[in-house]
């Protein structure tokens, strides 16, 4: 009797633990939003990243003096306000008190001076900044930020909503070192717990935040390169957001009443790039013999289906001046683009290189592009790597031709063509092209210096149609971000800018 006593006794107990278990991952799971995303964040360092998957992981736990809201206006973050002298030549911040960093510490000036101090080094971001003079940046107390500008720059409150700008803690910084990376200490709503490379980007909310506090107490990116997947992951409930979600899943959506999906323009302009440096594209004939031998408009309607436009200019039509509405596509001309290749000595053809990272529509653009040049000639190659060994390729300047997007982190073209076009850029700014053209570089300084209005349109104009005739890039697509979310939930926003703020998340009921 005493054993059956104990043995009944064993067995509620593991059914007891069995229960709890369940429950507690059950309850986890409720509190948790997950995220899905085509490519790991290369980052979670700010000064040390200028791409939209670092930046999207990086906004929900960092913040910066000032914020580009979706629509565009730069309002307060950590500054509660800000003075512009006169000239436009002297910027004054003023910071919030009582701001907790996610270690405990107070923000105080002196982590502004040394976020932007370390920010406007940075080979990755240092061009965004470069018209701050980095030795006039000063903390006068401990809750006011002055810096002087070399030159006055019509975009430099937008830039500073650039997420290399973000504030760090300083003594975290200087205690972690090289390994700051593996654990970033922000003042955002959620604070970080761990990044598992190609996985996943764990976050806890953090219970100090000085704002609106998160309803989910977790929040989990996980990195699901293969669209369709994404998806059976949204409509499964593994997953309660997705994004860039793929043209062949749209129907889905139209299926599935417990799915949602949310599309909006933004400043996203997918190219072809050519490296301006490297034969036989350092030569401007060849390089208009690609763009005559494709067809771009065949491309965006095979594989984009009906989301976004086609590209007729270096940036998109939400962006101030842009002309996309003015020029049209460089059409398809196979027998200039052989021409063309003769008059550089290419009657013969000749084989080229086009790299890309694994998102499935730039493999597929590579693969119609590759049937369209061989129609002129032209041998081409796809290379597809991984996302951080892509960029890592593109700064090095290895690649013939290649397939990117460049997303403006503002309406402002100057943080298009500066970062694209500029030769200071080169590498790591953003310049993939490699383009070194010094008159171009003189437009885009002038661009930078002169105040909003018709004369700086004149600039811009001028400036795209340089561009255009100088063909370092064939322009393709302008983007229309398409994410997915279950319907049970509310608040997601997209911002133009690509990466998008997730603390105002929660149920729908």
Known sequence: MKKLCVFILTICIISLCFSCGGGGAENIRSQTLVVAMSSDAITMDPSAQNDSYSANAM???YEGLIYLTPGGEVVPALAERWNISPDGMEYTFYIKRGVKFHNGEELKAEDVVFSYTRAFVSPAVAHIFSDIDPATIKAPDDYTVTFKMKEPYAGILTALCHSSAYIVN????????????RSPIGTGPYKFISHTKSDKIKFE???EFHGNKPYYKYLEFRIIPEPTNRIIEL???GADIVYDVSPNDLDRFESNSEIKLIRSYDYLTQYMGMNCSKPPLNDVRVRKAVACAIDTDQIVKAVWKGLGKTATAPYASEIRYSMSNKLKPIPRDVEKAKALLKEAGYEGGLKLTLSTNERKERIDMAVIMKEQLKDVGIDLSINVLEWSKYIEMLEKGEQ?????????????PDMVVYPCFHSISMGPGGNYVFLNDEKLDNLIIKGRRVLDGPDRQKIYEEIQEYIMDLTPAVFQYNGEQAAGIRADITGLSLSPLGHHFLGN?????
Do not use: H, N
């Open 235 to 237: 409509e499964s409930g």
């Open 400 to 412: 013939e031709l290649f397939e990117i997007g460049w997303s403006s982190d503002t309406p402002d």
């Open 170 to 181: 300083k003594k975290a910084v200087e205690a972690a070192g090289d390994s700051y990376a």
């Open 205 to 207: 909310r953090y219970e």
């Open 505 to 509: 998340i929660k149920p729908a009921k």
């Open 59 to 61: 906004l929900q736990m």
